[in-house]
């Protein structure tokens, strides 16, 4: 008797972190659907990197585009179609912008916040009911330690990582009860194109914010160097998979991320901002305010 592979939905599948789970999953036995902007170009991503035939059944690609309503009932349609209830649904399309918070304009909060919180929802409601009817299925979050507490330079990414987080957790108490499981994969850093200019980047030199970033983009490209192959993130998320049973599921992918979500919990927010605000090369409290910068160093601002 062959058994049926297990179906996993994974959107964005067309580049990074998705592409290379896409192929960590095919490879071990899963039913993959990647749902994705462009669809011929990630399939064939996805066979070129596997070796998956034209046709395999266990390899489809869906058009999804998280930010248009239109296209996430369309795609989701066409997935129940195809192979009903997905045992799994990995949230991994997501966004960033890099700016100060007040130098980022409201439109980035809308199209972040969009792509990385209002457009996963929206496709989770629509795989809900078949999942309920099936009595089983897990649902993935791909998070980041910037959700854990707000990076600076990356508040409105911050913020939306920290959304799907929230919307998640309320999201497991709920569905638990019909036996659908959620997973909050914390990523730690990983070499893809998000990482290396992928991200919207504002600035003003010349404006308040101007004498902070140049240390802060140095030390953020310094990390950027230590960067884990997407290939280990896949494998995270597959051992993940095949480990997580319980109602809610919080896991890092990548020893930093596993390290920081430890450090997180045991360190008091004051140690936390220092720890940040020294890694990221960030002047001390109130030294580039008016009574920072013009006090007389008899008062101790050195
Ligand atoms: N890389 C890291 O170090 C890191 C760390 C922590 C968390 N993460 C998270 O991991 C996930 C994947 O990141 P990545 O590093 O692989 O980024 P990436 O290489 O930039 O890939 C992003 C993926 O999201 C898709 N996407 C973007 N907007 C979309 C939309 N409106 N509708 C559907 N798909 C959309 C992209 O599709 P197109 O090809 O069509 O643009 C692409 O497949 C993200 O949620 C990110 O926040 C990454």
Redesign the pocket.
Known sequence: MTSVPRTVVI?????????ASACELYKRGWRVIG????VDA?LAAIRELTGAATGDPCLHGVQ????DARSVDAASEAIVDLVGAPDVLVH?????VAGFAEETPPAEWHRVFA??VF?PAALTNAFLPPMRDAGRGRIVV?????AVRGMPLAAV?SAS?AAMERWAESLAAEVAPYGIGVTILL?????????HD?AAVYRDDSGPYGPQRPRMEKRGRMAVRL?NP?QRFARSLARALERDRQPIVHRGAGVDAKIYRSVARLMPTIAMHHMIRVGLGQPRFGTLGASGADRPATEGNA
């Open positions: 959107t964005g599948a067309s580049r990074g972190l998705g592409l749902a994705m902007r462009s990630g999804l585009d998280l930010t991994n399309a997501g966004i960033a792509t990385n457009g791909v998070s980041s330690t910037s990414y990582k990523a730690g850093t990983y070499d893809t194109d998000l990482t992928g960067a997407p």
